[in-house]
């Protein structure tokens, strides 16, 4: 993982049940039990968890980040999950 990132206040279970949506426009978001302070790419590393994918999520997305994923950062936050 980047050591020299910053830390920001994150959801952390930032994925499609806990988005509520009215027509083409976000209203809220719920489940805040995860919240906390961490390194500025884990947020968007854990939305891309292939375990929280829903169909149509990676679309999204893909569209809202668009170009190169943060692979490296992806991969580490899988293989961590993965052994713990």
């Known amino acids: 993982?980047?050591?020299n990132c910053g830390v920001h206040f994150a959801h952390m279970d930032l994925?499609?049940?806990n988005i509520i949506v009215d027509g083409k426009k976000i209203t809220g978001i719920i489940d805040w039990e995860l919240a906390e302070f961490y390194p500025e790419y884990w947020e968007y590393a854990?939305?891309?968890d292939p375990d929280s994918m829903t169909p149509g999520w990676?679309?999204?997305l893909r569209m809202i980040f668009?170009?190169?994923q943060r692979e490296a950062e992806i991969n580490?936050?899988?293989k961590l999950e993965s052994e713990l």
Do not use: Q, S
Request: hydrophobic letters at 35%; aromatic letters at 6%; charged letters at 30%.
């Open 1 to 3: 993982f980047p050591r």
């Open 15 to 17: 994925v499609p049940r």
């Open 46 to 48: 854990r939305m891309h």
């Open 58 to 60: 990676d679309h999204l």
């Open 66 to 68: 668009p170009g190169e």
């Open 76 to 78: 580490a936050l899988c």
